[in-house]
């Protein structure tokens, strides 16, 4: 007994020491830099690495560029004095309470006490960056950066004391070690290898079992000669070394390593390799290139095919998600604001990774002053706002708005200007008004869609504001949106087709239907209980109003359908189409599926036999569609301090899953008679239809009236509910 | 004789088949790039080379960045079948015809008959540019940039035909060849010796002779230690290890060249150098570093202290004309606009190096959008504005305006978004009023002199649209022009005081008058001829107006007194100024020179004891001013279509200079008896007074009356006139 008491004691006192050693332990110090800075330069390298058939392919659109000098600051008290480690990427200039100090130490010892630090980094090739670690003082998020630090002396030396500079929030993201550079950072790897091998003429073709990115390898490399690489996301296309559309053309000259890695990684499934006699290797494999990212959202269900839909639709997700969200893999590989905007819906559903969310926002924006639409696309600009107001609904990331809202002031100043003389957007040379690959769209005069999208941007600025602590400038925002929503009904409504009409031409709408305003209309919930109904029948469920072909523009359609509780309809569609392209041997989703279409048409777009993207991030909506109106998880109120849950079976059995959030997740279980729910943080309301009285474990339920029920969900809990579904 | 006609008819062969060879030879092809880019890109690079004891110094104000993807294009015509050979630094893509090119490859022949040519370049960390020769294409300046390209495809791979690309004028310097990198541009430099050598403790003093820039040099370097060196453009500087302003702290481990070469070049006249016992070296020499530009102004006369005044005033401008032109060569080696102004002005004296204009003014315009004045000085905006009106004077380059035109509107818009409810000027947080070091200058309120810069300005802005065909623009900044100048007048002029008073401070003028307004107000024209007279004696020559102690208000000051023809004075206090400057042994001219401070006062500034820099651009004064008001060479309409000669001797026996232009020179002798005037191009009025009748052995002398002839000078004669002086 006394041993073990001695033991206790013992334990108790390593405990207060552990204790008292953490809180000793020096504050986590991370890389900081000019916000939005690092995303532009990290953007504009990872879009430059595209090539077609060797050639170099840069986006469209314009790049911005970081700024080659900043100055960072920070007011800081030390409770004891103080040596700090100053690691630069670039030439520095450190100022200590207003002096400068000469030489280029790394290491500066500083007293105890209140002071200023002031450091300016130069670099003209990287983004000028600075990591400072001490016991006290570190590089944070609380740092303050300037690209121009209105400062001068007079004659005698004097500083001026009436400043100009306008001080922001530094950027970080996850480099916390002096030597974990943020110009050096490269995606993650893994070495995988060949499914299968088949002779081709000379040389081979190698199937890696599914779609894929990385670096191809070569190993016991010898000897002198050409080595001609052609990738294919399809059989037909690694097969036709004519028409792929990336290559590489390898020479060696005898001297290369035996284990060579081509330089620049690309998306395949299949590489034919043909090789000069004079060259041989033993085999190919590949460096797996990836973002690493947690699976954090699930589904499972009682139906095998949807499983594999959403496990598919995750690995397509978690392809184009990189050092930004890509479109697609092989093409463009380019950041395109209106792709991405739905990457950042299906990552509150997979990843609820926030940092990939700003980075490809930041990236998008670029810097002042704006001079086109994002990408050149109307609609993309619009596709921001919604997305940066998206990402505070699911994040409660306030701190984002309020650094980047100048921005957002300055992109809507630059939509803004570009209405005509009846206040509507309509495309101005350099505009180009894109809305979704379809046969004969017409993209002509005032498109009801695109001023739609300008009615919810508005309103996304109109929140902005208000967290921004700009007044004035939500009650102007409110104003134009709501402005805006009463002319979108005025002008193209139409009681008659009881239906939003595509446009107006020179004064006249014109008597053309088409499913974009309308499907967005009912998840912005900008109808009336009336007209949401019609439109689902006059549009959304008319086949005469022209089909929609591309899983883009599918997304937003099949939610509209949910978002009128037609999740047994849309989960056919889903088996249909998605199920479709897993019958024809996909292993990730495509930029655009025709079931009309046979063989390899299935391969071909924009006039070239393989230009079709095989794996393309607007192919993955089945996550976002399972996790938000089949499990039926949604917040109510910034980063989920409220939300819903409103489990609906759509004729399946049973379904069960996760949905992130950014303090642990929501868990639910739904079959035809219980459900089960679970939730880390927050305050949830479970709503569902029962035809006999519910019961629960805890809590009370509360009757609605028509079948309908609610329960209030507290966080740490598990609730059970017997219930009977409602076919 | 039969052997000396075949000799002849041989020659005419040869010469006939030079002259077709000479036709067929390819133009010249030159390195193309965005306009300014490249003028940012240098200074960024330059002006980050300063260091103050050993810590990097970069500029006060905000760096510009280049764009890192741009296009450029080219429509042309071939009269044949041309092999184009394509360098370009950084990655390109290449369309011809509207279609992509494969691969990468540097050559591709391109069919007889028209085409176009689009060259996309990409590159983070240089300036993208590109060079093409071929024989009958190459790149030069008819090629058009953008960096925003708004072209797209639709789903049928068809291009956008509705095109919003601003297209722009290409920028060039004189990279000719392939190899001749605009990235890996570097200025001249030639070996130079020490002129003494004194031991100091272990070490020494190396003694250059005179004030110079460049590279430190140690020959037979050897073994394992320290090298500490000292700079100084004073011996009390370089003595001073503790405070002179730079130094080089060398470390050997024994494996360096025995000819070393210290990596960044620095002012200085003398060195000490300290090293330990380990190390050791034979001796100390340095690489001269220069622009190579040809000292084309030539000026002589029959005082000793004035021509030895003008061959320092012309190396110390030519010590300061670099990358660009910099304010001083120790400190701060960085481009200030009012500084570089006065360089414009010397330089069309001097080396009438247009190139060198052209580079500065873009390089301190930098790019879209202006958040703060140049420098962040309010003054230094306007010499920009006023800066590019002489240049457009002196050069008669219209394509500058036409190509920057649009960057002079927003640089002016900026400034007039600036002004208070009275339409003037008033330091805002972030604006620095600079006018001049002087003890006690005010800069509240509205100061006049701003007032006077942004009239003047915003008459370059009424020219400069006019040559850019912006006939409303001409309208709108004459108007402003003129109301500002009206409104000058009547808040400041002050009948009781017979000058321009120095401010307004909350609606009252305070009783304050300074040369700055009333000096500027000379050569400006803005005075009638009675208020002219008058500031002459209640400012100019009035002592109990502040005295002006700095050359850089000199040059204005000397140049009001020279306008209002005060020749012979000006001439005594050049003696006595720069004189005074020589008397203390000055090899270049100075920041700031004080007659009334002595021995190691003349050395200090801004409060340290070698803070004041010895070789500053705007001590160079006499070049501009013995060209224009004493040989009185100066255009009268663009690129000296015409020009005026009026020589005036200031008490001189004689005089005899050329001055430089844009094809050719004017050459000026000029005794008390005889002057002597040709000119290699446009046409001249020379002006002179005589008290005799003159006489001339070309054209007709006119007789204006009051001892006043004029002479028309046409270009390709020598004209030689004999008159007697006027004293």
Aim: aromatic fraction near 14%; include cysteine; charge should be negative.
């Amino acid at each position: 007994m006394e041993t073990r008491k001695y033991t206790i004691l013992l334990l108790l006192f390593v405990m207060c020491f552990a204790t008292v050693k953490a809180q000793e332990k020096a504050p986590q110090a991370t890389w900081i830099w000019y916000p939005g800075d690092y995303e532009i330069w990290l953007s504009n390298k990872m879009q430059a690495r595209r090539t077609e058939r060797g050639a170099f392919l840069p986006p469209l659109w314009r790049y911005y560029s970081p700024y080659a000098l900043v100055t960072f600051r920070k007011e800081f008290t030390l409770p004891a004095e103080d040596e700090i480690s100053i690691f630069t990427e670039g030439q520095f200039k450190l100022q200590i309470d207003g002096k400068q100090q000469h030489g280029s130490s790394q290491k500066v010892t500083i007293p105890a006490g209140k002071h200023s630090i002031v450091i300016k980094v130069y670099n003209q090739e990287r983004v000028p960056a600075v990591f400072i670690q001490g016991d006290h003082l570190v590089t944070d998020e609380s740092w303050k950066v300037t690209f121009e630090d209105k400062e001068w002396i007079d004659e005698t030396g004097k500083a001026s004391d009436q400043s100009g500079t306008n001080w922001e929030a530094v950027g970080t993201w996850n480099f916390n070690t002096p030597d974990d550079l943020p110009s050096a950072f490269r995606l993650a790897t893994t070495p995988q290898y060949a499914k299968e091998v088949t002779p081709v003429g000379e040389g081979e073709l190698v199937d890696f079992g599914k779609e894929t990115f990385g670096y191809i390898r070569f190993h016991g490399l010898k000897g002198e000669g050409n080595v001609n690489v052609y990738y294919g996301e399809s059989e037909e296309e690694a097969l036709d070394s004519a028409f792929c559309e990336t290559l590489d053309y390898l020479s060696f000259d005898g001297r290369q390593e035996t284990e060579y890695t081509i330089e620049n990684s690309k998306a395949f499934r299949y590489v034919q390799v043909q090789h000069d006699p004079g060259v041989s290797y033993d085999s190919v494999s590949m460096l797996y290139e990836y973002l690493p990212v947690e699976y954090r959202g699930e589904w499972n269900s009682s139906d095998e095919l949807l499983n594999e839909i959403w496990d598919v639709s995750a690995y397509t997700m978690h392809l184009n998600t990189r050092e930004f969200f890509l479109d697609g893999i092989k093409r463009d590989r380019w950041i395109w604001s209106g792709d991405a905007y739905q990457s950042y819906l299906m990552n509150y559903y997979l990843f609820f990774d926030n940092a990939s969310v700003r980075r490809t926002l930041l990236a998008l924006r670029g810097k002042e002053p704006v001079s086109s639409h994002m990408n050149t696309i109307m609609d993309y600009s619009f596709y921001w706002f919604v997305g940066i107001y998206d990402y505070y609904l699911y994040s409660g990331d306030e701190a984002f708005i309020k650094n980047f809202y100048p921005r957002m002031v300055s992109m809507m100043d630059f939509c803004l200007e570009r209405r005509n003389e009846n206040g509507m957007m309509e495309g101005l040379p350099g505009d180009w008004i894109f809305i979704d690959w379809a046969d004969g769209l017409s993209k002509q005069g005032e498109v009801s869609f695109e001023q739609m999208l300008l009615a919810r941007s508005l309103e996304a600025m109109a929140v902005s504001a208000e967290i921004a602590g700009d007044q004035e400038g939500h009650e102007k925002y409110q104003k134009l949106a709501d402005e805006m929503k009463a002319k979108l009904f005025e002008v193209f409504w139409s009681e008659d087709r009881q239906a939003i009409m595509h446009q107006r031409v020179d004064g006249k709408v014109l008597d053309n239907v088409t499913r974009y305003a309308n499907m967005f209309g009912i998840f912005f919930d900008y109808f009336s209980n009336d007209q949401k109904q019609s439109v689902k029948q006059s549009v959304l469920l008319n086949d005469n109003v022209q089909k929609i072909t591309t899983p883009y523009m599918r997304f937003y359609e099949l939610e509209a359908l949910c978002a009128m509780g037609e999740q047994e309809f849309v989960l056919d569609e889903i088996r249909d189409y998605w199920g479709g392209m897993l019958d024809l041997g996909a292993t990730s989703f495509w930029e655009k599926y025709d079931p009309g279409e046979s063989g390899a048409e299935h391969l071909a777009m924009y006039g070239r036999p393989y230009g079709k993207s095989l794996c393309h991030a607007w192919g993955a909506s089945p996550i976002y569609l399972f996790g938000k109106y089949y499990l039926g998880v949604k917040p109510l109120s910034a980063g989920y301090e409220t939300y819903e849950i409103s489990p609906v079976l759509g004729g399946l059995e049973w379904m069960e899953g996760k949905v992130p959030t950014p303090d642990g997740d929501i868990s639910v279980y739904c079959s035809t008679k219980e459900i089960k729910v679970s939730a880390d943080h927050g305050q949830g309301i479970l709503k569902f239809k029962s035809k006999s009285k519910p019961k629960t474990d805890h809590g009370q339920i509360k009757a609605l009236g028509n079948d309908e029920y609610e329960l209030v969900i507290a966080a740490g809990k598990e609730y059970m509910v017997k219930y009977k579904a409602v076919k």
